[in-house]
């Protein structure tokens, strides 16, 4: 890789489907050199999951990019051998296997930390490697449901609603793992040490859980759900459905917002009203819903176009895609025959490309290995022995 601020950083990657792989991707576009590394059984079955070009799907394709591919045999000799020869380079090992698993392997924390003091070795669960449920089996909504944040999402005498966005595994399994990782790195450079970053999914969504938080030790009570300040108590913050079946995202909370807001609806009588709770608020929910199913959303957008009091439309996907703040981003790339999201940070002196597709698995077995030291003879053999 050339250019990223992680050039020289190698990433030894044992994670498949979600979260792991997100996490490495961050890693990957930033220029460190990840080393995707799986088994001769299914590999990492995200390949399969959907629709792709040429049987490959676009999941797969989107979280593996800018990645090299090595498939290893762990659970034989000569296998961890080659593992355990990588890992004296390397600077970082990220797995995501149920705790005592890479122990049993022969590739834990404490036998790497011997051959490499300096390694940053991530481990991604779902309760982390401690407490009753370490070896519990879960899922996103697993970890959202026990940590209240589920409890939480949803109107007002409805059920929990799911969310289509995987908070735990995104939140917690991808963006704390980065966090962590990086900031081992940053220490491995003062103190020459590495550590163990212990992630657990539901850890992540339980410590940004906020609101209900605050409001549990202020109040004694979590409002019920649709009921808390941003979820249905205040008029001002809400989801307005459209004459066409289609809704605005009406969120002017701060009475100088609110102020612009009610302006620009013709109800300066309104303004008085900022900041209603309970049946006032209620009651000011209702009219908006009124106003709001009085016209398209077309015609809504070309109302608060160039009115800053944060109302938006709510769009698809496809129509986020074409917002013009999002293509001056350039928040897409095509790539590896699909369009692809580009990394959400912008950091100046360095300009993200895609320079190379997910890897099939092994791909890059051969380069990878003689990088490492291995004599030609060597790779044949472990070739001829199906270890890699």
């Known amino acids: 890789m050339s250019g990223g601020p992680l050039r020289g950083v190698r990433v030894l990657d044992l994670t498949r489907l979600l979260p792991g792989p997100v996490a490495t991707l961050h890693l990957a576009d930033m220029g460190a050199d990840v080393i995707k590394i799986e088994d001769h059984a299914a590999g990492d079955y995200a390949r399969i999951l959907g629709e792709g070009p040429n049987g490959v799907s676009v999941f797969y394709r989107s979280v593996n990019r800018n990645k090299r591919g090595l498939r290893l045999d762990l659970k034989r000799p000569q296998g961890l051998e080659v593992f ?150 205040d008029a001002g913050y809400g989801v307005y459905a459209t004459a066409d079946g289609r809704y605005m995202a009406v969120a002017p909370l701060e009475k100088k917002f609110w102020d612009i807001f009610c302006a620009a609806l013709g109800r300066p009588e309104w303004k008085a009203r900022h900041a209603a709770r309970g049946a006032a608020a209620t009651a000011l929910r209702g009219e908006l819903e009124k106003v709001f199913a009085s016209r398209n959303q077309a015609d809504w957008r070309a109302l608060f176009d160039g009115v800053d009091c944060c109302v938006t439309p709510v769009l698809t996907v496809a129509e986020a895609l074409e917002h013009p703040q999002f293509i001056a981003r350039g928040m897409t790339v095509e790539a590896d025959e699909v369009t692809q999201y580009a990394p959400p940070v912008k950091l100046s002196g360095w300009v993200f490309a895609v320079e190379r597709g997910a890897p099939s698995a092994g791909e890059h077995g051969e380069e990878i290995l003689r990088e490492a030291g291995f004599s030609t003879g060597e790779i044949i053999g472990l070739q001829r022995a199906s270890i890699i």
């Open 84 to 233: 355990l020869r990588l890992a004296r380079t390397a600077d970082v090992v990220v797995e995501s296997f149920r705790p005592g698993v890479s122990d049993k392997l022969g590739i834990g924390y404490e036998v790497l930390r011997a051959l490499n003091p300096k390694i940053v070795y991530c481990a991604i669960t779902g309760y982390g490697q401690s407490g009753p449920l370490a070896m519990a089996a879960g899922h996103d909504l697993n970890y959202i449901g026990l940590a209240g944040v589920l409890d939480q999402i949803g109107v007002n005498g409805g059920q929990p609603a799911i969310p289509n966005l995987q908070m735990g595994d995104l939140l917690g399994g991808a963006m704390t793992a980065v966090m962590g990782i990086l900031a081992a790195l940053f220490d491995v450079q003062r103190s020459g040490r590495g550590r163990m970053v212990d992630v657990a999914m539901s850890e992540a969504v339980l410590a940004h859980n906020l609101f209900p938080f605050f409001a549990l030790q202020t109040e004694g009570v979590v409002p019920q759900r649709g009921a808390d300040l941003l979820s249905g108590g």
